[in-house]
Each structure stands twice: as structure tokens, then as C-alpha cells.
């Protein structure tokens, strides 16, 4: 049963339109075909039947005309006006004989019929042919005198009303379904418009010419997306606001504190006291480059291989062992500034722990994906999602030679799931730690 569920799974339409469509046209073929079955049974076969019974009847009156006209001469004139009334091609056979042929089951049902009705109206041995003619139906009858064959037009025996009906039943569902298909369009567009609108605001980027249309239920989500978004738009302005006057408040205290350590001189403790202060000073720098972000940049379009290039050789100038390569240019939409501050905090972190650092960057399916490889330590995989919470630090000395003040790597995923992307740590064929980069193109 689970891999009955898998297939109907798979068989099934994905989309709204498909389902919502075949939910549509489900119950309407259903209705066509019962009708079909019902029209086959109840008429199609009663007017087949009607049919065979005319012919077995004309025929048993020919039957009946020559036992009652023996003369040749007057059988030739009856037979002659019986075909031209009775639109059957006669022709007697005197003396003749019946092929002993094998009997065959009737295979349709205008055999079958046909069979019936000659059955009930002649008391006599008969063959039927319906295959050997293609307008025609042959039928032979054994006479004590010999043998008549009727040709018999299958125009006489065929209704071809079905065929009307089944055309008439499949154009009008045709039409059915392609005013369903319009409308369904319709209504999924303002879904499709809706789930574009809240992926590029993941992304980062505006959708200024979305608006609420479709349904009312569709509607209703398109509004409370709206007022999502501008309470997340509002937060953000205000936190950044906000975050502008703590920077003026603690920066000022900081540097009072910086200038009064440099008139002590050389007094015991002031070197520590310095330390402390400096130290202070680069926490609350990270935590407002965290809390900041880059929520002003405006999106565009640029080549991302080309920034991973210029991000890396900074790191080259600094006399960093840090190999590139990439498969082409790369063109997507993104924020420059805050891909390079991610970037360059991924391979910060690669090159200060790693002598050797490698950088790879193409296209993967839908995806960009950028990879830093490096030989060093790496992380242990129980921690790899724990680095990046804010201020998590692997290394836990102050030493800012040996380690920053643990915003890093979050800012980096910060930045890049602000693209629509994400950042995943594994273990790298270098023997350290590999950063796996995804941006949706």
C-alpha cells in the first residue's frame, strides 16, 4: 500500500492548476462515459436490434414470394421488386448448395443482432458474411430449391448515431474543459504572483507592482502578506535607527576612556585596562556591523565570479595562499557589498586557521555555488551549527591574533539567507573544512 501511495504520488498532478483541473475533469469524464454506456445499452442496441429485425423480415417475405411464385419468369420479377423497394441486391442460385462451412461466434454487435433476428424470422439453414464486402453484408439462405444470397446494405443494420452522439459528448467536454482551464489560469496567476512576491522579498528584493487580485481567500493572503512585509520593513528601519544611537553612545564613553589610558603613561595596570577597552571596542563594532546588516543595499545585477575573484585577492596581496577558479562569468541579481563582507568573512576565517585555501565557484542547475576548501583543523561536526549563533567562539582566548569576536560566520549566513541562499559546513577533501555556498538564481 505506502508504494501505491508513492505511485498515485508521482502520477499525480504537482501544481494547482493540474489538480484543481482534474479535479474538474475527473467527474466529467466519469459522467461521459456512464452516459456513453448507458446510451450504448438502452438505445444504440435496441435500434441495431430494430434494424435486423426489418432486414430478417424483408427477407422472409422474399422467401415467402417465391414459395408462392414457382415460374421462373415471375420469381425473376418478384425478386426484381423486392430489391428495388426493399434496397437489397437479390440473387438466387437454383440448385445450389450451402458450403459446409464451420459456424463462428457473432463478433459485434451487428452480428449479433443480425444473428437474432434471422433466427427468429427463418426456420431455415444460413450463412452470414460480414467481412468479405466493405458497404455490404452478405446473408445466404438454403431454399429447398436452391440458395439465395441478399446483399445487404450495412447502412440497413449500422445506426451511426453513436458516432454522432460520442463527437457531440467529447466536443462539448472539450469545450467545458477549455473554459475551466481559462478561468483556473486565471486563479492561479494570483497565487503564482503572491509566491513570487514573498520569494523575492526573502531574497531581499521589492516587488513594487504586486497587488492583491483572484479570489477573496487569495486576497486575503496577498493582504496579510503586505502587512507582513511593512512590519518587517518598519522593524528593520527602526532596529537600524535605534542601533545608530547606541553607536554614538557607547562609542563616545569608549574613546573618553581611550584618552584618559593615554595620559596615565606607563602606570601599572593601564596596558590591561587598554587591552580591555580595545577589546570592548570590537565587540560592540561586530555586534553593530551584525545588527546593522546591509538592509539599505539596493539589489543588482553583477557577476558573482568576478567578486569572488576581487574578495580573494585582497587576501593575495596580504601574501595568503589562496587558490581560485571558476567555471565562467556568473550573472545574478545581488547586493555587492554585503556578498563581499560574507565572502570575505568565510575566507578570513579559512585563511587564519589554514595555510593552503581553495575557492571554487559555477553554476550548479538552478543554483550559484561557491565552495572554500582548506586544509586546517576544521570543525567537529556536533558543532558545526552551534558557530553560528552570535559570538560563538571555537577558540576561547581574547586573543584577537587567534580569533575575532564571533560574528563572522554568522554574519556571513545572515547575509546569504538574506539572497534566498544558505551556508553549509562539511568536511573537506583537503583535510579541513569546506563552506558550501547556494544562491538561487
Known amino acids: 500500500m505506502p508504494s501505491l501511495g508513492r505511485l498515485m ?4 498532478p504537482h501544481g494547482l492548476l493540474g489538480r484543481s483541473l482534474m479535479i474538474i475533469v475527473t467527474p466529467l469524464i466519469l459522467m461521459q462515459m456512464v452516459s456513453a454506456y448507458v446510451f450504448y445499452m438502452s438505445h444504440w442496441e435496441n435500434v441495431a436490434k430494430r434494424l435486423a429485425e426489418d432486414v430478417a423480415g424483408d427477407i422472409a417475405a422474399v422467401i415467402d414470394d417465391m414459395d408462392a411464385f414457382r415460374d421462373p419468369a415471375t420469381r425473376f420479377k418478384v425478386l426484381g421488386i423486392a430489391a428495388a423497394r426493399m434496397e437489397l441486391d437479390i440473387r ?3 440448385n445450389g448448395i450451402l458450403p459446409n462451412v464451420p459456424l463462428h461466434r457473432p463478433r459485434g454487435i451487428l452480428e449479433k ?7 427468429n424470422a427463418l426456420q431455415r439453414p444460413y450463412q452470414v458474411d460480414a467481412t468479405s464486402y466493405e458497404r455490404e453484408v452478405a446473408i445466404r439462405i438454403q431454399l429447398s430449391d436452391g440458395v439465395l444470397e441478399v446483399f445487404v446494405p450495412r447502412k440497413r443494420l449500422f445506426s451511426y448515431t453513436i458516432y454522432v452522439f460520442l463527437l457531440w459528448t467529447l466536443g462539448t467536454a472539450m469545450l467545458l474543459l477549455g473554459v475551466a482551464t481559462v478561468f483556473m489560469r486565471n486563479q492561479v496567476r494570483s ?3 503572491l509566491a513570487t512576491a514573498a520569494d523575492r522579498f526573502g531574497r531581499g528584493l521589492d516587488s513594487p507592482n504586486f497587488k492583491p487580485e483572484g479570489a477573496t481567500e487569495v486576497r486575503q493572503a496577498a493582504q496579510a502578506f503586505n502587512q507582513m512585509r511593512e512590519r518587517i520593513v518598519r522593524q528593520i528601519q527602526q532596529r537600524t535607527e535605534m542601533l545608530a544611537g547606541v553607536s554614538h553612545d557607547l562609542r563616545t564613553p569608549l574613546t573618553r576612556m581611550k584618552l584618559q589610558l593615554a595620559l596615565m603613561g606607563e602606570a601599572d595596570g593601564v ?6 577597552v580595545a577589546e570592548m571596542e570590537r565587540m560592540v563594532e561586530g555586534y553593530l556591523a551584525f545588527a546593522r546588516g546591509e538592509g539599505g543595499e539596493v539589489p543588482q545585477v553583477a557577476d558573482l565570479a568576478g567578486l569572488v575573484a576581487e574578495v580573494a585577492g585582497r587576501f593575495l596581496r596580504q601574501g595568503r595562499a589562496v587558490d581560485v577558479h571558476s567555471e565562467g562569468e556568473l550573472a545574478m541579481s545581488f547586493r555587492p557589498h554585503a556578498m563581499a563582507r560574507a565572502l570575505g568573512n568565510l575566507m578570513g ?5 589554514a595555510p593552503h585555501v581553495r575557492v571554487r565557484v559555477g553554476r550548479r542547475r538552478d543554483a550559484a555555488e561557491i565552495v572554500v576548501d582548506d586544509d586546517g583543523p576544521g570543525i567537529p561536526p556536533d558543532r558545526r551549527e552551534e558557530v553560528f549563533k552570535p559570538f560563538t567562539r571555537l577558540e576561547s582566548s581574547r586573543n584577537p591574533q587567534t580569533g575575532g569576536v564571533g560574528l563572522g560566520l554568522t554574519i556571513a549566513r545572515d547575509v546569504v539567507r538574506s539572497h534566498g541562499g544558505d551556508i553549509l559546513l562539511e568536511d573537506s577533501p583537503l583535510g579541513g573544512l569546506r563552506a ?3 544562491l538561487p538564481l
Not at 9 to 12: G, V
Open 9 to 12: 504520488k508521482t502520477l499525480l
Open 92 to 94: 438466387f442460385e437454383e
Open 113 to 119: 443482432t443480425l444473428y437474432q433476428g434471422l433466427d
Open 191 to 193: 497565487v503564482r504572483r
Open 271 to 276: 596596558a590591561d585596562l587598554a587591552e580591555d
Open 349 to 353: 576565517n579559512a585563511v587564519r586557521y
Open 436 to 438: 558550501r555556498v547556494r
